[in-house]
């Protein structure tokens, strides 16, 4: 498994992409979260859950959100997968089982 540096405190939980929205994109824009679900395409309740975090960011979210902000879709991802592998890695009993496949002696296929 590749180990990237990072600056981020790694016992910090990741800010959660709704959490960037809610805070900073929104009030910026001066938008409410009626009007910005409408030209998302998307309902209230579905904005309102991500903003409050109750929501994972999916791929057509993203894509949504890269076009409506003339961001990119990887951005929103990359955060996204950032607070679930954090997530993960809260709880370590649930890979605990898991043992890495061992190479040594393994035929290559042809």
């Known amino acids: 498994m590749k180990t990237t540096k990072t600056l981020r405190d790694p016992r910090r939980r990741p800010t959660h992409p709704g959490a960037l929205l809610r805070e900073d994109v929104l009030p910026a824009l001066g938008m409410t979260q009626g009007e910005f679900a409408k030209r998302l395409g998307v309902s209230r309740l579905t ?34 997968q950032a607070v679930d592998l954090w997530e993960i890695q809260q709880q370590p009993k649930q890979l605990a089982g898991i043992r890495p496949i061992s190479t040594a002696g393994r035929r290559r296929a042809a």
């Open 47 to 80: 904005v309102s859950e991500l903003l409050h975090e109750k929501r994972a960011f999916s791929a057509e979210m993203a894509a949504r959100l890269g076009k409506l902000l003339n961001t990119s879709p990887e951005s929103w991802l990359r955060m996204q």
